[in-house]
Each structure stands twice: as C-alpha cells, then as structure tokens.
T-cell receptor
Framework: DVKVTQSSRYLVKRTGEKVFLECVQDMDHENMFWYRQDPGLGLRLIYFSYDVKMKEKGDIPEGYSVSREKKERFSLILESASTNQTSMYLC???????????????FGPGTRLLVL | AQSVTQLGSHVSVSEGALVLLRCNYSSSVPPYLFWYVQYPNQGLQLLLKYTTGATLVKGINGFEAEFKKSETSFHLTKPSAHMSDAAEYFCAVSRTSTGGFKTIFGAGTRLFVKA
C-alpha cells in the first residue's frame, strides 16, 4: 500500500512564527503536492514538485514556500504565519506522466493548523 | 481554464436510497476525471477515475460514474446508500501545466445518510 505521512495531525502556532510541515511518501513517486482545504472551497493547490529540487507554484502560493531535497520528502514552509493561514493542509503524491495525466494522487491524513 | 462544479454542497439520503452526486466540468480534450472520497479525519482516497475507453466507470464500494462529453458531466451514483457512505466527495479534473498535469478539485459535496 502507498503510504503518505505528514509530520503532525494538529499544530498551534503564533502569528509571525515560521512553520514547517513535512510530508514523506514511500512509493518512489515523482510528483508531490501541497494543498490547502477550506470549507466550501475544496482543495486548492499551493505548490507542487515533479522532481527533486524542482518546484512549481500552484494557485495560491503567496505566503508559502517549499523544499524538496530528497525524492520522498516535500516540505511546506510558512515564512511568517498569519491567522488567514489557519486551515487543513494536505500532502499528496503521484507517479509521473505514466498515464498522460490520469495519475491517481495518494493523500496523507492532513495537518490541521491553527494560527493564533 | 479548466474548472469543476459540484452541484450541492450537502446531499442527504436515506439508507438504501439512490445516491446521486453531480459534477460538471469545463476542460480541453481529453479530460481526465476523478472522484475522491474523504472520510472524517482522513485524507482523500480515490473512488474512481476516467482516463480513456469505456464511459461508465466502476469504482470501489459500489460507486460508479458516467462520463458524458455532450453534457460535460461526470455524475457519481450508487444504487443503495449505506451508513458508511457518509463522507465528503470531491470531483476533480486534470489540467496541463509546466512539467506535467495538475488536478483541479471541486468544492466538495458532503453526503449524509439517514437511518
């Protein structure tokens, strides 16, 4: 079974803190993704990576950065946390272009972040 | 630009009744379409997907969806709801991007199942 793990299920941080969210997958997937999930808005893509040290902005990258130094690990960084970044953060991974865009994404359990 | 619209943020059915969750998309050809399910306190998992071939796609737990190009729809159905089907369901479409494809998700539909 594919496993995607996230470092924390729940986090509470203060405004202005630097926050690190870690994601690890064990299936040698090329692609990794960070999403933000908010009620009524579904999932919105923050960043994704299709290879080590490669990254591409998603739809809502402002206030976030990412790092992918190893194939299995993809980190999301909130440089200076703000209250509007309170949300559920989901990491996912998938194989590369093996089926021309129809690749299944495998999700971690999510990290619920509260910024006070 | 590709997009996904799920009709109804909440759907309530009785146990044993038909489940119908609606999804319409806008996409360039060919679309890749997905339904994912999220159970409470869990991440999303794939229910089914359409890539090519047969337009009626069967998934896990008795769900199926039909790709109708003329209607730009990919509605999810299950003949008989079970209490364990209570969850949030997301329709999604893949779109091209630098380096490959990205997936666009709908806003989600929460399914309630009444005993």
């Amino acid at each position: 079974d594919v496993k995607v793990t996230q470092s924390s299920r729940y986090l509470v941080k203060r405004t202005g803190e630097k926050v690190f969210l870690e994601c690890v997958q064990d299936m040698d997937h090329e692609n990794m993704f960070w999403y933000r999930q908010d009620p009524g808005l579904g999932l919105r893509l923050i960043y994704f990576s299709y290879d080590v040290k490669m990254k591409e902005k998603g739809d809502i990258p402002e206030g976030y950065s990412v790092s992918r130094e190893k194939k299995e690990r993809f980190s999301l960084i909130l440089e200076s946390a703000s209250t509007n970044q309170t949300s559920m953060y989901l990491c996912a991974s998938s194989f590369g272009l093996t089926s021309g865009g129809g690749e299944t994404q495998y999700f971690g359990p999510g990290t619920r972040l509260l910024v006070l | 630009a590709q997009s996904v619209t799920q009709l109804g943020s909440h759907v309530s059915v009785s146990e044993g009744a038909l489940v119908l969750l609606r999804c319409n998309y806008s996409s360039s050809v060919p679309p890749y379409l997905f339904w994912y399910v999220q159970y409470p306190n869990q991440g999303l998992q794939l229910l089914l997907k359409y890539t090519t071939g047969a337009t009626l796609v069967k998934g896990i737990n008795g769900f199926e969806a039909e790709f109708k190009k003329s209607e730009t729809s990919f509605h999810l159905t299950k003949p008989s709801a079970h209490m364990s089907d209570a969850a949030e369901y997301f329709c999604a479409v893949s779109r091209t991007s630098t380096g490959g494809f990205k997936t666009i998700f709908g806003a989600g539909t929460r399914l309630f199942v009444k005993a």
